[in-house]
């Protein structure tokens, strides 16, 4: 074979194959943003936050006992559940659409109050971090930093990259077995078609919003500590993941597991061949022109629920 | 203590019921109670607060400044009236929304067991099932299928049976004629006898006055928002019920 078509190819293949492992990644640091906007129709401003407060988390945890990075999320699940939980049972339902019509203000305080309360929580949580850690820059270190797997000769995969693939599609496919097949999921389902009616099936809405927040937060927890394992990190780093998971959910659609896998991955191919051809600057340029080109001619995204 | 009781409560009674969006008042203390086992029709034309009742007496009504409800609502001699609506249903009451309201994304199965969440229905939830299924039969064929491809008839029975899976003793029906072809809805009314047959007590809203009178034990004609006549449907006749339904010659009738 031709040399330059060989190597040609195999550029292509690094940057499918690693797209497609950062699609991954990329899928579970937003699949939280779109399960709390399809339920809820809340956008979690502090989405990002929330996940590098999990990141700072699992770093406390090392702290005091030295173990796998893998062994913290025993700890940054059920934790972040419980934030999750709790954020909704005990502040945002009580500016949801319905409790603002209870007190007699218009829709219009029920969609704006949920943006700023939680823009507020994000400033919150970054300057608390900034005050608890300091302003460094921290990794979650581990043995698999440097580790790849060897497909062929030229052609290798991060170690931790694959394994983070594997996690994610083992979540997304229980969130998926969660929402289908069990009485609590359904009720996650049904507060997302028709919250004014799921009362009427005995379901209580502020227990089922919190739930659903509370798997939404504890995701972005296992998101928080793969980013960790993956990257320095630091106390205002929260946007940025925000503004990730607000692509994937563009490119993906709303509400849609699938649409989070496939919208994550599409967004992982773009930056990652648009960096192997022209460069590292055009990374970030080329997954918002995505953003913005699926905005344009799709803008329900790319999977989303016929409502 | 007695042996026999003489005069067992109605299953539903309703007393001096007002209710309010907002400033503006949609009902005017309305009155009337429910028999156990019976059919009891409401009529009345549109925006005479047909729906706005049922949805009181399932606890729709509690949106404090946004709706709210003032009177006595009894189920089974007790006061719901103050209730939660996820309350009210764990008692026994339901409602088949106006519009049939399924949830869009789900399959027909999927929508009936939304139907049975409440922890009591759980247990029997199979049985429930197949006699839903028993019911409509048109529905086993199609578990699997989504309900937003299915006719506006199929959505319908859908609904019912959803409200059925929580094993009520009392259903409101709201205007499930709602964009049925006549024939259709025959068919829907039949299966309603079938399920009062059953033992479930049932409240039906129509803006058709026959039909809502050939299923009624009692009926009810609500008039802005008031009770203007009510009694057993063959005995007031349907020229009285229609002269009440259209505020005509209320003079001689008295409550």
Redesign the interface.
């Known amino acids: 074979m031709n040399e330059d078509l060989y190597w040609a190819l195999i550029d292509i293949a690094n940057g499918l194959l690693s797209g497609v492992m950062l699609g991954g990644y990329y899928a579970i640091i937003s699949i939280g943003l779109a399960l709390t906007f399809g339920v809820m129709r809340l956008v979690n401003l502090a989405h990002g936050d929330l996940l590098v407060l999990a990141a700072y988390l699992a770093v406390l945890a090392l702290q005091f006992v030295p173990m796998s990075p893998f062994i913290t999320l025993a700890l940054v699940i059920p934790v972040m559940f419980g934030v999750g939980y709790a954020l909704q049972r005990f502040m945002l339902n009580s500016i949801s659409v ?1 409790s603002m ?4 203000m218009s829709t219009g305080y029920g969609l704006m109050s949920p943006i700023l309360v939680t823009f507020g929580l994000s400033i919150v949580i970054a300057h608390a971090l900034l005050g608890g850690f300091a302003s460094d820059a921290r990794i979650i270190r581990n043995a698999l930093s440097y580790s790849a797997v060897r497909l062929t000769e030229d052609l290798n995969v991060s170690t931790l990259r694959l394994i983070f693939f594997g996690i994610a599609v083992a979540i997304l496919l229980g969130l998926h077995l969660f929402l289908k097949r069990t ?1 609590a999921g ?2 996650i ?2 507060s ?3 919250v ?9 809405t502020p227990k089922i919003n919190a739930m659903a927040s509370g798997i939404a937060i504890s995701i972005a927890g296992v998101a928080g500590v793969m980013v960790g394992m993956s990257r320095t990190f630091q106390p205002f780093d929260g946007p940025v993941f925000l503004l990730i998971a607000f692509g994937v959910v563009i490119v993906g659609g709303m509400g849609s597991i699938v649409g989070s896998l496939v919208g994550g991955m599409l967004l992982g191919i773009t930056q990652v061949l648009a960096g192997t051809y022209f460069g590292p600057s055009a990374q970030l340029v080329a997954g918002y022109m995505l953003i913005l080109f699926v905005l344009a001619v799709r803008p329900q995204g790319l999977f989303a ?3 | 203590m007695s042996i026999s009781v003489p005069d067992s409560p109605p299953l539903l009674t309703v007393k001096g019921l007002s209710a309010y969006y907002g400033e503006s008042r949609a009902l005017f203390g309305v009155g009337f109670s429910v028999e156990k086992g019976t059919v009891h029709s409401i009529v009345g034309a549109n925006g005479a607060g047909k729906s706005t009742l049922l949805r009181a007496i399932v606890g729709m009504m509690n949106r404090g400044r946004a709706a709210h409800i003032n009177g006595i609502v009894e189920f089974k001699g007790r006061r719901i009236d103050h209730l939660k609506t996820e309350e009210i249903v764990g008692l026994g009451v339901t409602m088949v929304p106006e519009g049939r309201r399924l949830f869009a994304s789900m399959s027909v199965e999927e929508n009936l067991l939304c139907g049975g969440f409440l922890a009591r229905c759980r247990s029997a939830m199979d049985e429930t099932l197949e006699s839903v299924y028993d019911l409509f039969p048109r529905l086993a064929d199609r578990r699997q299928q989504p309900v937003s491809q299915m006719s506006g008839g199929e959505q319908q029975m859908v609904s019912i049976g959803r409200a059925l899976m929580s094993s009520p003793e009392l259903i409101l029906l709201d205007e499930l004629s709602l964009g049925l072809a006549p024939i259709v809805v025959d068919q829907i009314y039949q299966r309603i006898l079938t399920i009062n047959q059953r033992g479930i007590t049932c409240i039906v809203i129509e803006q058709d006055t026959e039909r809502a009178m050939r299923v009624a034990t009692s009926v009810s004609v609500l008039l802005e928002g008031r009770v203007v006549l009510e009694g057993d449907p063959d005995i007031l006749g349907r020229d009285r019920v229609s002269a009440a339904y259209f505020g005509i010659d209320n003079a001689g009738i008295s409550r």
């Open positions: 319905q019509e209870r007190r007699g009485h359904r009720a389902r049904a997302a078609d028709d004014e009616i799921t009362p009427l099936m005995g379901m209580v629920r016929r409502r």
